[in-house]
């Protein structure tokens, strides 16, 4: 998706919010504002989010004393969602549609999310989100296509899985145990950012999370907060485009892929008033969307 | 108050907001935030927001057409609010506390207030501003200091009341007009804002809001959505040195003045967060604050 003038404001957000997630000082957190306000002017609107929130992240991280800013807080989202990963388990064993229950946690998992919300409880917020969707499941959620997932599921032989947030990790694990239950000899590659970018996962949380054994772990190459794929390394990008089926976790990879020429299955939570509007999705709705190829030339990527 | 980096995203929402609201194309609201960026870095946090408030809304009303781009909605606040006149006199004459009640009234008509919200429905907030307040009241709010101004009241022989917004006018003729019934014979100043400045009132919502028969109706000399002192006429100066009591209404005025050193009472709707955390309001708390004259020189004005 583009970058809408409703963003401008929330890049200001975004990055306060992240220089104080950092422990940066007052006098650090201007500075980075300042400079934040002249790199606006030189921004396309054409390009999605995520590139501007490259910027934003490279620079909290530059003025930041810390090497990755947010390791203390992935850590503990890794922590806290291994905690539940036995309940999270039984919930799916226990249900009489395991994949569908696999795919409904991971995409709650998409809560973790420091980019838009701070002090999150997460208990909390996975239960609401949870019940909200099996509420909404009965009116027929058009943005939760799982039965094109499915079906992609049995066809395709190897998958990459765009990951997004540190202890998400743990949510995206419940799924690809399913699917590799279901699908036995399925490759999966299991794709995570270069560089420190926000709570972002990068490998040592997939493996922490467990990930390790069930997939094959690679990096994007790039440090944006979603899969901007100028950005992308070459290696990275061979898979990308010969890979059977794309599924992409999170509200950035969807800002940075929602426009690309191959079929992805995005799997996030709307967290964005911006983002709903442009697809008239409802806040903290759970979307599994089925994007079909788009051809246009202007979007070609 | 000064400023906080948290206002800096609101500069740029309010903008954007602004512009909308002033009919101006896209390509115009992206020109004005890509102007406002570029004023950021030279605008002081020692300043208060109004001030910044000044730029966002010159630049605003430079690129649209129109002279006056709230004239409608200006004119609209106030046949809303001259509509419901009559039930709130009926209000105040009904009531054991008169004063009290036009009191109460007066800030509640400080949700009136685009620069914070907008598609406002005035009546339901009305009725809900007032219902929290009567609810808060018996937990003794003590950011509603009404013996002081009744007592101010008594003693003082002219008032400066300064004036928010367009439509809001018409309750600060209520409290005007049972300052006027209980203490015969007392000086009223209104003061509005020179040129346009978002909804805030000039002298024609002054006179339509009936307030010419009541008050001498004098410019503050300045276009900030706020009374920033520095920007004020030599001849409002005098009066507002002068003044037995000043009233000032809304959270601009509060922003501009809420270090000043001279004594105000401050009557608005507590609409920021960050105002809010400052004083420790809670959002949407009715406030009569009484400003002692701040002797600290770093504050002088």
Known sequence: ?????????????????????????????????????????????????????????????????????????????????????????????????????????????????????????????????????????????????????????????????????????????ILIEEILAKHKGKKIIYAVKDKPVLNDALFEDAEESGLCDLAEIVSSGSDAPGTVLKFCSKEFMKIYRSADMVISKGQGNYEALSNANREIFFLFIAKCPVVCKGETFSLKDMILKYHRRNDDTQYKR
């Open 1 to 173: 998706m583009k970058t809408y003038l409703e963003c401008i404001p929330c890049f200001f957000k975004q990055a306060l919010h992240a220089a104080k997630l950092a422990g940066s000082s007052p006098k650090t957190q201007k500075e980075i504002l300042m400079r934040l306000s002249k790199e606006i002017p030189k921004f396309s609107l054409n390009c999605s989010p995520p590139e501007m929130g490259r910027t934003i992240y490279s620079l909290v991280n530059k003025y930041s004393p810390k090497k990755d800013p947010y390791a203390a807080e992935k850590k503990k989202s890794n922590e806290l969602s291994l905690a539940i990963y036995p309940k999270l388990k039984k919930l799916v064993k226990s249900s009489e549609k395991p994949l569908l229950k696999a795919v409904e946690l991971a995409i709650a998992g998409n809560i973790i999310d420091f980019g838009v919300k701070a002090n999150l409880n997460i208990k909390r917020e996975l239960l609401s989100i949870i019940k909200k969707h099996e509420a909404a499941d009965k009116q027929q959620n058009k943005f939760f296509q799982f039965k094109a997932f499915e079906k992609k599921l049995k066809k395709c032989k190897d998958i990459l899985y765009l990951g997004d947030n540190a202890g998400e990790t743990v949510f995206d694990r």
